[in-house]
């Protein structure tokens, strides 16, 4: 079965900081973009980074300079280090990949974790 499985979420004080991971598992051959993508209460969901296969990487504004994406092809896992955390940045977070499985690439969706910065 292919999924991606994401942990790291938890509870941060304003100013924290927190790592999430995100592994993809199951018959994959290869894996193009990575992202990672985050759901507000009331709001629709977002980008939040991205990162090519070759390590390109883009992010929204909100998040540039506090906010780093980064992936380890050998583990198929893709990271989102979060630092200088802000209320506003309270969600859950989706990891998103184009695995490849089969004969084509697919869009899948992780499960999503919690994140909540409060004091």
């Known amino acids: 079965q292919v999924q991606l499985v994401e942990s790291g979420g938890g509870l941060v004080q304003p100013g924290g900081s927190l790592r999430l991971s995100c592994a993809a598992s199951g018959s994959i051959f290869s894996i193009n973009a990575m992202g990672w993508y985050r759901q507000a209460p009331g709001k629709q969901r977002e980008l939040v980074a991205t990162?090519?296969?070759?390590?390109?990487?883009n992010y929204a504004d909100s998040v540039k300079g506090r906010f780093t994406i980064s992936r380890d092809n050998a583990k198929n896992t893709v990271y989102l280090q979060m630092n200088s955390l802000k209320p506003e940045d309270t969600a859950v977070y989706y990891c998103?990949?184009?695995?490849?499985?089969?004969?084509?690439?697919?869009?899948?969706w992780g499960q999503g974790t919690q994140v909540t910065v409060s004091s």
């Open positions: 990162i090519t296969s070759r390590g390109s990487t």
């Open positions: 998103n990949a184009a695995l490849g499985v089969g004969l084509r690439y697919e869009n899948y």
